[in-house]
C-alpha cells in the first residue's frame, strides 16, 4: 500500500462523501507544479479551479501572508484597517468606475451579497423576479443556488423560495421575453466556467445591459471564475465596454486564500445600509493582503500579456488536431471541446502523465493554469494531452 492508498482510507473514513475520493493527494507546490504524498510531481492546469493566479509558493504572496500574519491577523467588522481599504480603493481603480466594495470570504458569498442586493432593490420597486441563465453556477449556499442554472445540484434543495426565471444562455430573445418591470435582477456570467467555459455571444452583455437598463432592473455579472486576468483583462465584462450595477469576484483574487468581492455602483451599493448585511472574517487583513499582492504581480510581471500571448500558442498548438472540436475560451482560461466524449478518460490518463486538469462535461477537458505559467510548460502540457488523446482517443473516428 502507497501512503497515497493510506491517505485516501483516512479521507474516506473522516471526511463527508460529497466531493467523492479525490485522485491524487497532494502534499506542497512550486510555481505551475505540485507534488504529492508519495513524491510524485504533476504540472498544475487547474489551478485550484481558476485559483492560483501566481501558481503555488510565489514569494510576494508568501512575504504578504507571512508579514501580515505577524502583524495582525483579524479584526472583525467591528474596527477598520488599512489593508482592506487600500484593496477596496485597488478594485474600484481597476473597475474604472465609481462605486463601493463590499468584502467578504467566498464566491458564493459574493452572491449572496449580490442576491440581497437584488432584493432590496426590488423591495424598493415592487419587483421580486430574479432572471438568470440554465447551466449556469453561482455556488452552493441556497440563495446563490436558487439562481444557479445547473438542475441536478439546484432541484435536491428546491423549493428555495425565490422567483427565478431561467432562460437559455447567450439567447438574447428568450432575455428580452423574460425581462420586463417585474424583475428586479438579471444574473448571470460573462463566461459560463462550470459548464465548460462557454463564453457568452459578442454584443450579449451590451443588449443585456440596454434591457436591464430600459425595465429599471439591476444587471449583476459573476465574474468569480471568468475575472481577475482569466480572460487576459481584469473585468470580463471590459470587452464590451460596459458597466454592470454589481459584478462579484473570488477565486483568483487571492491567489489561493480565501476571498471575495462585490463590486457596486453608487446606487446599487447604497442599498447596503448599516446593519444589513455583515461577515465576520469579510475583509481580513491577511486575505487583503494576499489579494494586494496578487494584484502587485500581475500587474508588475505583465501577466495579462502573458497568458494573452499563450492563448495564441495553445491555439496554434491544439487548434488543428482532428479531435479537438473547437476551444473555448480566452487566453490560458478554456474548455478544449473533444468530438467524442472522451474527457474524463483523458484526463485519468493525463493524471498517470503527470498533468493535473479537469472534465466538467463529457466532451470538455478544462484548464485554468496559474497566469505565470510558461510556454515551455504550455508546450509540456499539449505534448501530454496529445498523448493522452492518442492513448484514450486514438482516431478521429472514435475510441480506441
Known amino acids: 500500500m502507497t501512503y497515497s492508498d493510506e491517505i485516501k482510507q483516512r479521507f474516506s473514513a473522516s471526511l463527508m462523501g460529497n466531493y467523492g475520493l479525490p485522485p491524487v493527494a497532494l502534499r506542497e507546490g512550486e510555481g505551475r507544479y505540485v507534488?504529492?504524498?508519495?513524491?510524485?510531481?504533476?504540472?498544475?492546469?487547474?489551478?485550484?479551479?481558476?485559483?492560483?493566479?501566481?501558481?503555488?509558493?510565489?514569494?510576494?504572496?508568501?512575504?504578504?501572508?507571512?508579514t501580515q500574519a505577524a502583524r495582525l491577523a483579524h479584526t472583525s467588522n467591528l474596527f477598520m484597517h488599512e489593508k482592506e481599504i487600500e484593496l477596496a480603493e485597488k478594485l474600484l481603480d481597476l473597475w474604472g468606475n465609481a462605486g463601493r466594495v463590499y468584502l467578504c470570504n467566498s464566491g458564493t458569498e459574493a452572491n449572496e451579497a449580490a442576491l440581497k442586493l437584488a432584493?432590496?432593490?426590488?423591495?424598493?420597486?415592487?419587483?421580486?423576479?430574479?432572471?438568470?441563465?440554465?447551466?449556469?453556477?453561482?455556488?452552493?449556499?441556497?440563495?446563490?443556488?436558487?439562481?444557479?442554472?445547473?438542475a441536478a445540484i439546484r432541484e435536491p434543495f428546491e423549493p428555495l423560495g425565490r422567483d427565478v426565471v431561467f432562460v437559455p444562455y447567450g439567447d438574447l430573445e428568450a432575455l428580452k421575453a423574460a425581462v420586463d418591470d417585474t424583475v428586479a435582477a438579471v444574473f448571470f456570467e460573462p463566461t459560463q466556467g462550470e459548464t465548460g467555459v462557454m463564453p457568452a455571444p459578442a454584443g450579449y452583455l451590451k443588449a443585456a445591459r440596454e434591457l436591464t437598463t430600459a425595465n429599471g432592473a439591476l444587471l449583476i455579472l459573476d465574474e468569480i471564475q471568468c475575472g481577475f486576468g482569466r480572460t487576459g483583462a481584469w473585468f470580463a465584462h471590459h470587452a464590451e465596454g460596459i458597466v454592470p450595477d454589481v459584478v462579484t469576484l473570488a477565486k483568483g483574487l487571492g491567489g489561493g486564500v480565501p476571498i471575495g468581492a462585490v463590486l457596486a455602483t453608487d446606487e446599487a451599493a447604497a442599498l447596503f445600509t448599516k446593519g444589513v448585511h455583515g461577515s465576520t472574517f469579510g475583509g481580513n487583513p491577511i486575505a487583503c493582503a494576499a489579494s494586494l499582492a496578487v494584484i502587485d504581480t500581475i500587474?508588475?510581471?505583465?501577466?495579462?500579456?502573458?497568458?494573452?500571448?499563450?492563448?495564441?500558442?495553445?491555439d496554434a498548438r491544439l487548434g488543428a488536431d482532428p479531435r479537438v472540436a473547437e476551444i473555448r475560451g480566452q487566453a490560458l482560461w478554456r474548455g478544449i471541446a473533444l468530438t467524442e466524449p472522451v474527457a474524463a478518460e483523458a484526463v485519468d490518463h493525463l493524471i498517470g502523465l503527470g498533468v493535473l486538469a479537469n472534465a466538467p462535461r463529457p466532451d470538455t477537458v478544462r484548464i485554468a493554469p496559474a497566469l505565470t505559467m510558461t510556454q515551455t510548460e504550455l508546450d509540456e502540457f499539449c505534448d501530454k494531452l496529445i498523448a493522452a488523446l492518442d492513448a484514450v482517443f486514438p482516431s478521429p473516428g472514435g475510441r480506441p
Open 35 to 66: 507534488t504529492d504524498v508519495d513524491g510524485n510531481t504533476y504540472l498544475d492546469m487547474i489551478g485550484g479551479i481558476a485559483v492560483s493566479s501566481l501558481g503555488h509558493n510565489h514569494p510576494a504572496l508568501v512575504e504578504a501572508v507571512s
Open 119 to 150: 432584493i432590496l432593490h426590488g423591495k424598493q420597486t415592487g419587483r421580486t423576479k430574479v432572471v438568470a441563465t440554465e447551466n449556469g453556477f453561482h455556488g452552493r449556499t441556497l440563495g446563490a443556488l436558487s439562481i444557479t442554472g445547473k
Open 299 to 314: 500587474e508588475r510581471e505583465h501577466l495579462l500579456e502573458n497568458v494573452l500571448a499563450l492563448g495564441e500558442h495553445l
